[in-house]
Structures are given as C-alpha cells and as structure tokens.
C-alpha cells in the first residue's frame, strides 16, 4: 500500500514537471517582456567657454572708520546725535561747556588790540628819527633803538593774532562734530562728564557703510599655478577689473558684485598665504564690519572646456575620477576622467571626453559595464544641480526625435 501511495507521488511530480516545463516558454516571454533593457537618464556633453572662479574666506571691515575724541578738556554739556543713526561729514555729536574757552577768545582780543595800539607810536618815532637823522640831529643808535621797537611791537602784533586764532580755534572744538560720514555706534561718555585732550578712550566711533572691504587670503601655491596657467594661455582673462561675489554666513548671494581692488605683493611667513582686499557697494548696509564672507573670485576662462555634473562622477579603487557612458550602439561603457577643479555642481574635465558625448546622471547603478540600455535626455542645472527632463515632440507623427533634435530644442535660440 505504501509502495502504490509513492508510486502515485511520483506520477504527480512528474506531471507537474512537465507542465512546468510546457509552461516554461510563456513564462520567458514574460519575464522578457518585463526586463526590457533598463533606462538611464543622460545629459550631452558640449564644449562651452568656463569661467574659472576661486573662492575664499575673508571679513568684511568698514573702508573708513574715525573714533572720535576732544580735541581740548572740558565737560560734556549735550550729546546731540542718536546712538545708531547715519550721520554726515560735519554734523554736530557733542557739544562742550564754552564758558572759558569764550573768556580765553576774549582775553586774546583784548591783547591784539594792546599791541596794535603801540604800532602807531613806533612807527611815528622811527619815521622822525629817520628824517633827523640826516641832518645829523640825533645819533645812529637812536635810530637803531626806534627800529627795534618797531619790529618788537609788530612781532607783538603777529604773536597776539596767533593767540586770538588758537583761542577761535580752540572754543571750536568745544562744537564735536563727525569727520565722516557712516553710522554711529553707541556713545562712551554722558552729559556732564569730564574729558581731556585727545585721551585714550574714543567718545564714539563712526564707520563709513555705503561701502565696505573685504580682506581676503589666499595660499601662496595656488597662486602661483595661476600665474602659470595665465603665462602658458591655459587660462585667459579679458584684461578688464577682476570681478568678485559674495557668499554671506547663511550661504546666500550677496545681491551686488565688487572688485578686486589690490593683490598683496609678499607672502605672510608664518601662514604662507597673501592677502587679498576687495571692495562692495553696499547701499541697503546688509554687509556690517566683522562679518565672516566667502568671496568668489574670477580668475579668468577656459576655452573649449567640458562639464560633467557632479553626480555622474564617482571614484575606482585607485582614487580616479570614472563615469558611465552611452556609446552609439545603446551600450554602457566606463571610463577614467581628468578633472580640474569644482564648477557650480559640475566638474571641469580636461581628458577623457569629448564633444556630443553621453554621459548617465541618473540610473547607472541599474547599467552594469557593456549593458544595452534606453535613454532619457535630461539637463542637470549649473547652479543647483537639479535634473530637468528635455521636452521630447514628435517632429511627425509616429516619429520621435532623436535625442540630439530633443536636447537643441529645449535649448534658447542663442544658444543653437
């Protein structure tokens, strides 16, 4: 019984073999129909001029910066400006108690008129002695005398003119007033406080803000592969001021471009970078002294230059730069790349491409080396590496266009 029991198994395996196996070709079918080569998004690659850009860190500091101090010692009798506010070149911030600086105007005054008063009478004398003294009436030494007190009362005269003018001067700067133009900070002393002549601790300081510098730092050694790239043409430049963006401390763009103003002429010993300095517009006062930039920087252009996305690159074992592409036949091939430098989202290529090339930004892990695949034409974005699908029309009914067709018309009319 046991025996008929395993024979009839074994029946019925072997039924269900073979109807596994009559079914077996419908099922390829299927599983071919569902595995159809897998597709892969692809970007064409175009020479194009790049600009080549540097970025570095620096701080913003103000252009013009006066701490103000008195200039004679008296007491503070009213602060006129507000703390914070945007003042101009000769405006009134403090204001010093004048009552004996006016006394001492006085008293200069008084002693100008005394030693104009004795001008006439000396010059009367020496005038007479003069005409005597050619009929011999009174002696050379008279005359000289009468000469010298001449010259001593119009010295007087010019030193008592020179008193007057240090006491006008003087009661004027009892009157503080701004040297520049910028936003005041907070005031150090209050009304009624005792200051001196030019003493240590400023009353105020006021900073020029409609335009700032931006000390920046840059290492010695790639300044120098510049240079040398500029010297063998490899990198040109249009001659013209060199042009310099901002990225703030949150990582946005500051909205006005500046200038490079000077590049240092000696390398720092201790750090062995130079220093660089750049000046910005800033009419809104966004950019405050102190604040921490990164300052992008145009070296100049390369001409006929390629650029991969960032994405669509990745690193072999040997530490190369690699990236899949699309040959002609609709096959996956591999190769090793020679990058420059960083650019936006994309990697400056000098080797390893060239014009019209097909490089795969999205699903080359499905695309194993020497695969057939389908592609999708895409654009990935220079500034935010954002992938855009290529709008794809019929160019006729029932006939598509070809990727090149597809990637010309997504692009402006400039740039055909």
């Known amino acids: 019984m046991i025996r008929r029991y395993r024979m009839a198994s074994l029946s019925l395996l072997g039924c269900g073999v073979f109807v596994l196996a009559g079914l077996s070709p419908d099922v390829t079918a299927q599983q071919s129909a569902k595995g159809q080569d897998p597709e892969v ?37 009213r602060r006129v400006f507000e703390e914070g ?23 200069a005054q008084a002693a100008l008129q005394r030693a104009e008063s004795a001008i006439p009478s000396s010059r009367a004398r020496f005038d007479r002695y003069q005409r005597l003294r050619v009929s011999n009436v009174v002696s050379q030494q008279d005359l000289d005398e009468a000469r010298t007190q001449l010259l001593q009362a ?3 005269v010019a030193a ?45 300081v006021i900073r020029q803000h409609d335009i700032v510098n931006v000390d920046l730092v840059r290492s010695s050694s790639s300044l120098l592969t510049l240079n ?32 490079l103003q000077f590049s240092g002429s000696a390398v720092s010993q201790s750090t062995g970078m130079v220093s660089l300095r750049a000046v910005f517009p800033n009419p809104n006062g966004i950019l405050m002294p102190g604040m921490y930039v990164r300052a992008l920087i145009e070296e100049g252009f390369v001409q006929g230059s390629f650029l991969v996305p960032q994405r669509a690159v990745s690193r072999n074992p040997r530490g190369q730069a690699t990236a899949k592409f699309v040959t002609d036949d609709m096959k996956v091939e591999e190769r090793v790349l020679t990058v420059d430098r960083t650019i936006g989202n994309s990697w400056l290529v000098t080797d390893g491409v060239s014009d019209g090339d097909r490089v795969i930004v999205e699903g080359f892990q499905r695309a194993g080396v020497g695969q057939q695949v389908r592609t999708k034409l895409v654009v990935v974005e220079d500034e935010t590496g954002d992938v855009r699908n290529v709008a794809e029309a019929s160019a006729s009914p029932g006939e598509p266009k070809s990727d090149t067709q597809a990637f010309a018309g997504s692009l402006p009319a400039s740039l055909r």
């Open 41 to 77: 998004s692809v970007q064409r690659l175009q020479r194009r001029d790049v600009t080549l850009t540097r970025e570095l860190p620096g701080r913003t500091s103000a252009q013009l910066v006066s701490e103000v101090r008195p200039r004679v010692t008296g007491t503070i009798r």
């Open 160 to 204: 008592a003119n020179a008193a007057l003018e240090t006491a006008r001067i003087e009661l004027g700067y009892t009157t503080i007033v701004a040297p520049i133009g910028g936003r005041v900070d907070a005031s150090n002393v209050t009304q009624g406080a005792l200051v001196t002549q030019d003493q240590a601790q400023p009353l105020t």
């Open 154 to 156: 119009e010295a007087d």
């Open 85 to 107: 506010s945007v003042v101009k070149a000769g405006d009134v911030l403090y204001e010093l108690d004048r009552t004996s600086f006016e006394a001492t105007y006085r008293n």
């Open 228 to 259: 040398k790239a500029l010297a063998s043409n490899q990198i040109r430049t249009n001659g013209e001021f060199v042009t310099v963006e901002l990225k703030l401390e949150d990582g946005s763009r500051y909205p006005h471009p500046g200038k």
